[in-house]
């Protein structure tokens, strides 16, 4: 199993520009989130997913959409990149979203925008 | 709301120096507790967790007990070794998770 893969691993894009990073799993999980990481903050939820066709905001979730066509993809989107959005993203799943349940995490994608 | 508070790094200590990194927690019900590890460039794995007043979680030879009296989960490992470099993060989970700053260890040989 890969688990939870994401892609790509690496992006530098200028301001305005738009991009659409891509979360896989492969445990069939119905539960899926996205964070961004910054130094001194921990992670914070941008938006997560209930299952296929289902998604809901997070904490930060200004300046991103999402969308999970399929209940292994889970996509986030930036329409117009900025600055404050430079960070490392990282895709998690879960079997579900009881409280005992751990998330499972992809390796990140370290985002620079300029 | 929820929040997790751990205590700023960074840490370096010596191999088999004893380790340990506090962490407290704002709860409004029961909520179930981890620690993630997260090696260098990779994404944040389960070291261990706890779902109930006075468990101990324990895995690789740390371990950390759900204090619900004093709102505690701190990690301790008796002995530490190089390997154990890496960023730390203590979590909450009730309605979403909820993670600390992160704890970056370093041990030297």
């Known amino acids: 199993n890969a688990g939870v893969t994401q892609t790509p691993k690496f992006r530098v894009l200028k301001t305005g520009q738009s991009m659409t990073l891509l979360c896989a799993q492969d445990m069939n999980h119905e539960y899926m989130y996205w964070y961004r990481q910054d130094p001194g903050m921990g992670l914070r939820l941008i938006h997560y997913s209930v299952g296929e066709g289902t998604t809901a905001k997070g904490e930060v979730p200004d300046g991103y959409n999402v969308s999970r066509l399929k209940k292994q993809n889970f996509l986030l989107g930036l329409e117009s990149a900025a600055p404050s959005q430079t960070s490392v993203y990282f895709c998690?799943?879960?079997?579900?979203?009881?409280?005992?349940?751990?998330?499972?995490f992809g390796p990140g994608t370290r985002l620079t925008v300029t | 709301g929820n929040s997790v508070t751990q205590m700023e790094g960074p840490v370096t200590l010596s191999e088999e120096a004893f380790l340990t990194i506090n962490c407290t927690y704002t709860a409004t019900g029961y909520p179930s507790l981890f620690w993630y590890v997260q090696y260098p460039g990779e994404g944040l794995q389960l070291l261990l967790k706890?779902?109930?007043?006075?468990d101990k979680g324990s895995n690789k030879g740390f371990e950390a007990t759900y204090r619900k009296e004093t709102t505690s989960f701190h990690l301790e490992k008796g002995s530490v070794q190089v390997s154990d470099s890496a960023v730390y993060f203590c979590a909450l989970s009730e309605y979403d998770m909820r993670f600390g700053a992160g704890t970056r260890l370093t041990v030297k040989p």
């Open positions: 998690a799943s879960s079997y579900s979203r009881s409280v005992s349940y751990e998330q499972y």
């Open positions: 706890a779902t109930k007043a006075d």
